[in-house]
């Protein structure tokens, strides 16, 4: 009588579970014979734990029976109807215990468990809305994971039309979970089936690209994803046009071509407007936190704070958090510290109250870039020249207010497996620890931030990671390894097209850095002249004086007939770039002030 039962339910059997599902033939006291009985079947497994027996059948012999055994397949899919719909009932009794207990992880394994006889049961909504929502999206990854593995067990049963969405499914959640070389490899293998289908291939190509996107291979990904825009307008599919041209601006932007990416924004917020509230507010976001990178601040925080209103209206309070949190970092951009705090605060106890742990991870991630950035600015030793490595040149109760920030998101990504979150964390809290002069661990916090950005092929903070090394290794007077992380930096990167100007800055301006000490100036103002031409394409204002009192500090102390020729020399490297933005225009300036008061 209970093999069926046990052919169709993934778990160990016990004596709880026996008496729960015992048909109306069997008497509920005869449960410890059935279990003696199952014992001596040779096709079913044992373990005891404690004073317990749990049985299972082999999972060759659940195939055996799903595929093989019974003739009667309505009367055998009324049985595993049946028994799915008793599981449901038996699982809300396991789930409600477990939350009791405050046992997070078994009740997650139940919820997971409980959704295999739901999906049985209701296979469409399941994969169509409950799975892609309740638990991929909403960062479940443990819970996501035990479900495909249930599912697994009869997914040969399923109709063509679900076993898609299954795989569908699984690569996305192999992505999320950074296994993004395996996901890849499924949704190839996805493609190639699918490829005349394009209501499929449309789904199939964009989960292509977010994995491709997580891979580095970013080129790759923008041709995903204008695949996936190119068959949605052929399907007439118009409620993804905006979220494709999202998805190409989001890719841009990651390669630091920002231009073009406020473009796709824009467009992907004209496409929205006026039909989809909700994807008009994602645009604006997207939209308001480019035009911040372009240092247009006003018009970038014009647009975050067009979708915190929308997000308001609509009462969804982690896409509000998130508005929050971009319109944070434009005023950290402006240097506007106290709105920036003040918007990123509110969204940690929007994350709070909604358990949302992704965005809480990234939330304390940029209120401890600002606390870190206001601690700089309010220090009490203001010098022409700042060492940002140099203590002094911190409030010190900021800095620690900076690094409790840190931590806090290092343990919530730590705690939830959030790579991506984890090691943007631990690469800037490499940087505080040297400051604080825990230069060991600085070292070891880098090395493992850049191991991780390895791991999931993350380029930004791969660079980040060179960029702290190098800077360290300049501050102990290692000259000689530096040479090597710019040319890894320029051959492996910039050379291949990616647009990250302030780390090229960076990297040659510690090489003028050098060449200043070995009293190479020649060098050293090439070098500062191509790093300055680079900060200034990214940098925000405060960086830019920063930058330039770099130079004016090592020049200061040449004789001045030496220093009004190098900063001739600067100055005629900008005006064959181009004095193309604000930026370049005050570096300019602050050149001829310099100038002026040498030759008066």
């Excluded at 005023?331 to 990123?344: E, I, M, P, S, T």
């Amino acid at each position: 009588v209970f093999l069926p039962y046990m052919a169709h339910i993934p778990r160990p059997f016990d004596v709880e579970l026996i008496e729960f599902l015992v048909p109306p033939e069997v008497a509920v006291d005869k449960a410890e014979e059935v279990l003696r009985n199952l014992s001596r079947l040779s096709f079913v497994k044992e373990y005891k734990e404690a004073d317990r027996a749990y049985y299972w059948f082999q999972d060759e012999l659940r195939t055996l029976f799903h595929q093989y055994i019974f003739s009667d397949t309505f009367t055998w899919d009324q049985l595993r109807q049946d028994a799915s719909r008793k599981m449901l009932d038996f699982y809300d009794v396991q789930i409600e215990k477990a939350r009791q207990q405050g046992d997070i992880r078994a009740e997650q394994i139940f919820i997971a468990e409980r959704f295999y006889h739901e999906a049985y049961l209701n296979p469409t909504q399941v994969f169509g809305d409950v799975f892609d929502r309740q638990f991929r999206r909403a960062h479940q990854f443990g819970v996501a994971g035990d479900l495909l593995a249930a599912m697994r067990s009869f997914i040969n049963l399923l109709s063509e039309e679900l076993q898609y969405s299954f795989r569908l499914s699984e690569i996305r959640w192999l992505r999320d979970i950074g296994e993004a070389e395996l996901a890849q490899k499924h949704g190839l293998k996805l493609l190639e089936k699918n490829v005349n289908q394009p209501e499929h291939a449309v789904y199939i190509y964009n989960a292509l690209g977010g994995i491709a996107e997580r891979l580095g291979e970013l080129s790759d990904a923008l041709e995903y994803y204008k695949k996936s825009l190119a068959l949605s307008q052929q399907l007439g599919l118009n409620q993804r046009f905006s979220l494709e041209e999202t998805n190409i601006g989001r890719v841009y932007r990651t390669r630091g071509e920002w231009e073009q990416a406020r473009d796709h924004f824009q467009q992907a917020y004209n496409l929205a407007l006026g039909s989809d509230r909700v994807q008009t507010a994602r645009s604006q976001s997207e939209l308001g936190y480019t035009f911040g990178l372009l240092r247009e601040h006003e018009v970038g925080i014009t647009y975050c704070s067009l979708a915190i209103e929308t997000w308001e209206e609509l009462k969804l309070p982690q896409q509000l958090a998130r508005a929050k949190v971009l319109r944070g970092i434009i005023y950290r951009f402006a240097g506007n510290y106290d709105q920036a705090l003040k918007d990123v605060q509110e969204a940690i106890q929007t994350y709070n109250q909604s358990n949302y742990d992704v965005g809480l991870a990234q939330a304390y991630f940029h209120l401890g870039l600002i606390q870190l950035f206001q601690s700089n600015e309010k220090s009490l030793t203001k010098k022409a020249h700042q060492d940002l490595l140099d203590k002094s040149n911190y409030d010190e109760a900021l800095l620690q207010e900076a690094q409790n920030s840190l931590q806090i998101s290092i343990d919530i990504s730590n705690q939830r497996n959030l790579i991506g979150e984890l090691l943007q964390a631990l690469s800037e809290m490499s940087r505080i620890y040297w400051i604080q002069g825990e230069k060991e661990i600085a070292r070891k916090v880098n090395e493992e931030a850049r191991a991780h950005a390895i791991f999931v092929k993350d380029v930004y903070y791969t660079i980040h990671t060179l960029i702290n090394f190098a800077a360290f290794d300049y501050a102990e007077g290692n000259y000689e390894s530096v040479p090597q992380y710019a040319e890894t930096i320029k051959h492996e990167y910039e050379d291949k097209g990616y647009k990250f100007f302030l780390f090229y800055g960076r990297i040659r301006r510690i090489m003028g850095n050098i060449a200043f000490k070995q009293q190479e100036y020649d060098q050293a103002i090439d070098y500062y002249s191509e790093g300055l031409y680079l900060i200034a394409q990214h940098g925000s204002n405060w960086r830019m004086e920063q930058e330039f009192n770099n130079l004016k500090e090592h020049l200061q102390i040449l004789p001045p007939e030496v220093a009004l020729r190098l900063y001739r020399d600067v100055k005629q490297y900008w005006i064959k770039r181009g004095l193309n933005n604000s930026n370049m225009l005050k570096l300019a300036s602050w050149i001829d002030r310099e100038i002026s008061h040498l030759i008066f």
